[in-house]
């Protein structure tokens, strides 16, 4: 079994700042990618930003330049710095993280608000 935990959702004005953080904890062997998805009201779930191992990334369009992933193998942890907030970055927001266990997993977090006020 392989847990997500996520934390640093929230209200932040226009043009604020937000850390996201997701840590993954149980019978870990290895982490592969991990990952930031994010789903707005009516809307399907997007890729925001994923990150491999050896430190290899990749952003949406819409949030290059503002977020920046980053990840502790140590800590089985993957961040994503979010600046430059903007009214339409709200969205609930999903860690994903895909390795190995006893078996091959991929793993969602259990979501994290953020709203951007305008």
């Known amino acids: 079994q392989v847990q997500l935990v996520e934390s640093g959702g929230g209200l932040v004005q226009a043009g604020g700042s937000l850390r996201l953080s997701c840590a993954a904890s149980g019978s870990i062997f290895s982490i592969n990618a991990m990952g930031w998805y994010r789903q707005a009201p009516g809307k399907q779930r997007e890729l925001v930003a994923s990150i491999t191992r050896g430190g290899d990334t990749n952003y949406a369009d819409s949030v290059k330049g503002r977020f920046t992933i980053s990840r502790d193998n140590a800590k089985n942890t993957v961040y994503l710095q979010m600046n430059s907030l903007k009214p339409e970055d709200t969205a609930v927001y999903y860690c994903?993280?895909?390795?190995?266990?006893?078996?091959?997993?991929?793993?969602w977090g259990q979501g994290t608000q953020v709203t951007v006020s305008s």
């Open positions: 994903n993280v895909d390795g190995w266990s006893w078996d091959r997993f991929t793993s």
